[in-house]
């Protein structure tokens, strides 16, 4: 490690280190623009140059491009090179406007830090400045190219570390220009990330302009709750709500940036139409009132048919706070469940998804950047979890290779193998594949169970010849491999696939290949609702005791029932035979409309709370602000009322786990903070993983891991093999595969007006044999004939997915929910073209 001296300081840092980021260690912040890093180096901008006054340099040098090396003595502080900076700063501000005052990035301005501290403060140049035209770059980015710097931050970020190429640099000299060939909306789901790496107000966040200025702001850290990944976020609120979310870096999840649909999902909290009071038969009534009708009505059904008669269902955007209060109740008052889990199916693969997650398996998403080879079973990356495909394409940068074994026609900002298989192939392919790779005369810590479970893999010659070339090919790249990383989706994927997954990077393991594992799970709680989930029954025989009456109670937490579950008529059907259901949520949904007694509860941002990320990360999230309808809201966007009152307007949501507790207790429940903790104190009384969970307070920022008892988890069950003998569907039928998209399929991010702008038509995918068979041309409209009456969409004829399946995507505008059961096969006779 060599060691050189900045600034009569000396330090000693890794090799490959920069000067620029050795000095930022000591303390010491060289002035940068170009430098970011999570982007590395360019030398482009010129701002920070230092003084090498020994060592293989000498004389004035950028120290973003410069290497440490031992026996350095480096000044950021001589006279040439301050001189040499202030000179830039100079050159920068020529054409620079002086907007600040209305610039929304006034005042987290890094160029207006760096003029400042410069010392720059008298414009000598009195020609003309160079002027540009704006773009129109869609909802999310407002573009003002005047204040641009020639930094190449965004070029650079949105080309080479997203994989997107709608926006660049374009002519030359003093006329580049960053921005879009023609105005239109950018295409990349990261965009929103430019708001933050530019160092000017070239590119600022649209939806939050005019807002506010940053210590406006009160800011705190949370995460994003879109999908299962839980990236790490700073919450900007202000007047009671939420109106800016930005990229906090985490070392092990996110690193520095997010995803469009977790920058702007938080549209949910603030929106106009958030039920705020508590309602009993459809009428206003206070929070306690409520509690107390519930409690009684409750107990009057419980006397009259006893406890089995009231069932709880809650779900995965819950926090564990929440869930585990709701557990606990059902165990101590008898009631049936909580289901977190609509889909049995579903249940089963997270289920086994969080057990299989073994301390020597499991990877963070930081660290899949860092694979040489990447093997996708059953997912679609950008749009169930866009960040993962960021993810994946840092690990194609450095060479890694990616290989998608998957139905849908998957989309991905880089190179990679797409074997289209069908739903029924996916486990088959992913073990021929593995099993091509792997010399089991190398795997010497391989035990009989996994030496059976691989001499069960069928040849290679039942495939296909054109796909046993696609599976050589690629079994030859992860043969070489040494850092292999299985990820695997729970979307599409069959019961068994999960700890299928998990077998193959045992096996991958064995021969001596630091393999590890990454799961997709649907929600963004979902690993701690397969830990607390009850063990008796399903949502099924929930919904079956509801039909029959045996059921006549039902407590919905955070829930939409109407929205998730496919048969929508069924289940309006059972909500009218129920005596009392007790809804407790924070979105306005049809579910809550249809609640005899509604409790409203808080938000991420109004109560804090834990979720666990897919790889079992724990993460706390602290109260970002207090309940409370926004001033906006209240005011009509003129001054607020000039009224002193005793209680915040719309101030009455609390938190799930605190109405929950009040919910069945008569006598007065102790504040929400002393509730959340005898919850977190009885976690491991529900499941035995939550016992090594430290207190809040000492949990690192990045969260810990939590994993499943391993002696639950069995391994290489042969269960999978019994699936392979399945048919693939009737003939002349296809399979309806229900999907998620990045935009339009999300629950919370579906109130977001900025994200709606973003939203693909809702269309159906098809195979471009299938189409053929049936007369379809790509956008021809058609209806297929579903259990419970006929959808209309546009039909999207594609190439690159499996024939024999119509990829629905769950959109918003597309009423799906009209299947009785599933998995769903749609006969030839059931799709018809609509005549124009």
């Given at each position: 490690?060599?060691?050189?001296?900045?600034?009569?300081?000396?330090?000693?840092?890794?090799?490959?280190?920069?000067?620029?980021?050795?000095?930022?260690?000591?303390?010491?912040?060289?002035?940068?623009?170009?430098?970011?890093?999570?982007?590395?180096?360019?030398?482009?901008?010129?701002?920070?140059?230092?003084?090498?006054?020994?060592?293989?340099?000498?004389?004035?040098?950028m120290s973003c491009m410069i290497d440490a090396k031992d026996g350095m003595v480096v000044s950021t502080t001589d006279e040439e090179a301050v001189n040499f900076r202030q000179y830039v700063i100079e050159w920068l501000m020529l054409n620079h406007p002086h907007d600040c005052p209305v610039c929304d990035e006034g005042g987290h301005c890094l160029l207006q830090d760096m003029t400042v501290s410069g010392g720059h403060g008298i414009r000598r140049y009195l020609g003309l400045k160079r002027t540009y035209h704006d773009q129109y770059l869609g909802p999310l980015v407002q573009h003002e190219m005047n204040r641009c710097i020639h930094c190449y931050r965004c070029s650079r970020f949105y080309q080479e570390f997203t994989g997107y190429h709608d926006l660049g640099v374009m002519q030359i000299g003093s006329r580049t220009f960053f921005g879009r060939y023609q105005d239109g909306t950018l295409e990349s789901p990261f965009a929103g990330n430019l708001s933050d790496i530019c160092p000017t107000g070239v590119y600022t966040d649209k939806p939050s302009r005019f807002f506010g200025r940053r210590w406006d702001y009160q800011r705190s850290p949370s995460i994003c709750i879109n999908c299962s990944l839980g990236c790490h976020t700073v919450a900007s609120g202000r007047y009671r709500e939420v109106v800016r979310q930005e990229a906090r870096y985490s070392e092990a999840v996110n690193g520095y940036f997010i995803c469009d649909r977790g920058r702007y999902g938080f549209f949910y909290?603030?929106?106009?139409?958030?039920?705020?009071?508590?309602?009993?038969?459809?009428?206003?009534?206070?929070?306690?009132?409520?509690?107390?009708?519930?409690?009684?009505?409750?107990?009057?059904?419980?006397?009259?048919?006893?406890?089995?008669?009231?069932?709880?269902?809650?779900?995965?955007?819950?926090?564990?706070?929440?869930?585990?209060?709701?557990?606990?109740?059902?165990?101590?008052?008898?009631?049936?469940?909580?289901?977190?889990?609509?889909?049995?199916?579903?249940?089963?693969?997270?289920?086994?998804?969080?057990?299989?997650?073994?301390?020597?398996?499991?990877?963070?998403?930081?660290?899949?950047?860092?694979?040489?080879?990447?093997?996708?079973?059953?997912?679609?990356?950008?749009?169930?979890?866009?960040?993962?495909?960021?993810?994946?394409?840092?690990?194609?940068?450095?060479?890694?290779?990616i290989a998608v074994i998957d139905p849908r026609p998957v989309s991905l900002p880089f190179e990679f193998h797409h074997l289209n298989v069908t739903p029924n192939e996916v486990n088959l392919c992913a073990s021929l594949l593995v099993k091509t790779a792997v010399d089991l005369g190398a795997a010497t810590d391989l035990e009989q169970p996994g030496i059976e479970f691989y001499q069960a893999i069928p040849k290679l010659e039942t495939v296909s010849s054109s796909l046993q070339e696609q599976i050589a090919k690629v079994a030859q790249e992860l043969k070489e491999s040494k850092r292999p990383i299985i990820v695997c989706g729970t979307e599409t994927v069959r019961q068994t696939t999960p700890a299928l997954a998990a077998d193959h990077a045992l096996l991958l393991q064995a021969t001596n290949k630091q393999a590890g594992l990454f799961y997709l799970l649907p929600g963004a709680n979902s690993f701690s609702a397969s830990l607390l989930a009850s063990e008796d029954g399903s949502f099924l025989e929930t919904l079956e005791g509801i039909e029959n009456g045996t059921i006549k109670g039902l407590i919905l937490v955070e829930r939409d029932l109407l929205l998730h579950f496919h048969d929508r008529q069924r289940m309006e059907l059972a909500f009218e035979k129920l005596e009392l259901l007790v809804v407790l949520d924070y979105v306005n949904s049809r579910t809550q409309q249809r609640a005899h007694i509604f409790l409203p509860t808080s938000t991420l941002y109004e109560a804090g709370g834990i979720f666990i990320t897919q790889e079992g990360r724990l993460q706390v999230v602290p109260r970002a602000h207090l309940s409370g309808t926004p001033i906006a809201q209240v005011s009509g966007g003129n001054h607020p009322p000039r009224i002193y009152e005793s209680e915040i307007p719309g101030g009455e949501p609390r938190p799930g786990w605190q109405a929950l507790a009040e919910l069945v207790h008569e006598e007065p429940q102790p504040d929400e903070n002393t509730t959340r903790s005898s919850v977190l104190n009885g976690l491991s009384e529900l499941n035995p993983a939550f016992a090594t969970i430290p207190a809040i307070d000492e949990l690192p920022e990045d969260g810990m891991r939590v994993s499943s008892p391993e002696e639950s988890s069995p391994r290489f069950s042969l269960d999978w093999i019994h699936e392979l003998e399945r048919k693939e569907s009737p003939d002349k039928s296809l399979e309806l595969v229900l999907v998620n998209w990045t935009f339009s399929t999300e629950e919370l991010s579906q109130y977001s007006p900025p994200l709606m702008k973003l939203e693909k038509e809702a269309a159906v995918f098809m195979h471009v044999d299938d189409a053929t068979s049936l007369g379809l041309s790509d956008s021809d409209k058609v209806t297929i004939l579903l259990d419970r009456g006929a959808l209309e969409a546009s039909v999207s004829v594609k190439e690159n997915m499996a024939p024999g399946i119509i990829v629905m995507p769950r959109h918003r505008l597309l009423e799906w929910q009209k299947i009785e059961t599933l998995p769903k096969f749609v006969s030839h006779e059931e799709i018809k073209k609509v005549s124009v």
């Open positions: 490690m060599p060691k050189l001296i900045i600034d009569d300081r000396e330090i000693e840092v890794p090799a490959g280190t920069k000067v620029i980021e050795a000095a930022e260690r000591l303390g010491i912040k060289i002035p940068r623009f170009c430098y970011h890093p999570g982007l590395g180096s360019v030398g482009a901008c010129r701002v920070c140059a230092v003084k090498f006054l020994e060592g293989p340099f000498k004389g004035v040098q909290t603030s929106n106009e139409e958030r039920p705020r009071q508590a309602l009993v038969d459809g009428k206003e009534v206070s929070y306690d009132q409520a509690i107390r009708e519930a409690r009684e009505k409750l107990g009057e059904l419980i006397k009259s048919t006893g406890p089995d008669a009231v069932a709880c269902v809650s779900s995965e955007r819950s926090s564990l706070e929440t869930q585990a209060m709701l557990k606990k109740i059902c165990q101590t008052k008898g009631w049936q469940g909580p289901h977190y889990f609509l889909d049995e199916s579903m249940a089963q693969k997270v289920k086994s998804a969080s057990s299989r997650l073994e301390s020597g398996l499991a990877v963070s998403l930081r660290e899949l950047e860092s694979a040489d080879f990447i093997l996708v079973i059953g997912a679609d990356p950008v749009n169930e979890a866009p960040m993962l495909a960021l993810a994946m394409r840092q690990a194609q940068r450095r060479g890694g290779k």
